[in-house]
């Protein structure tokens, strides 16, 4: 079944983007990506050298942009300028790569986004041509705007960054896809395999996640946990569960033409 993601115009058969941060090191990050089976990795410039600092290993020597599609992001950025400015810089290290995810955090304890700076850079690099993936609230009728600014994806959070409490509000999650077209990409708040699966199965078209397999206590294990529980999630909702019937039990089994018993 050909049931690629389509992002910009880019075919991709995993629905689980992956981030590079918070592993022990460079091996480590090597092996869960590629367990993890992702093609889309998320490099955030600020905190990893991709060739800015010459004199230090890069990240692109085991995740090179031939194998991956690198995404940088601008995590850490508080204000669209920031923003704007650091996929600026990534654009040149990376030889005028214009995929890029746009985040900017409101503040540094729930790292919550700031929709009016985020609006105002998609802005921005919208019109200097960037493909801007962007990070958000679940909030529908931003989705929408930043859909019509331009964005090639967008990527409201299931809970904060880094908490791993799961997706809070299954029912904005539905409200947003229903409003915009393009991809729907859970962003954050991932903590184990069953809430990847949960986002698949609510019919969101991908899953980003970085904690939640860095943090694991055995990150590469869990990196395939969560490639599986993407793949699931994506059937299941392909395939269409059955009603819930409250109160409605329901064997599985034909009754039709079953043997009774007979008192003699």
Known sequence: MNDNLIIAGKSYSSRLLVGTGKYKDFAETQAAVEASGAEIITIAIRRSNIGQNPNEPSLLEILPPS??????????????????????????????????????????????????????AAKTLVAEGFQVMVYTSDDPIIAKQLEDIGCVAIMPLASLIGSGMGILNPWNLQLLMERVQVPVIVDAGVGTASDAAIAMELGCDGVLMNTAIAAAQNPVLMAGAMKKAVEAGREAYLAGRMPKKLYSASPSSPTAGIISSVRS
């Open 67 to 120: 194998k991956y599609t690198l995404l940088p992001n601008t995590a850490g950025c508080y204000t669209a300028d920031d923003a704007v400015r650091t996929l600026r810089l990534a654009r040149e290290l990376l030889d005028g790569h214009t995929l890029a995810k746009l985040e900017v955090l409101g503040d540094p304890q729930s790292l919550y986004p700031n929709v009016v700076e985020t609006i105002a």
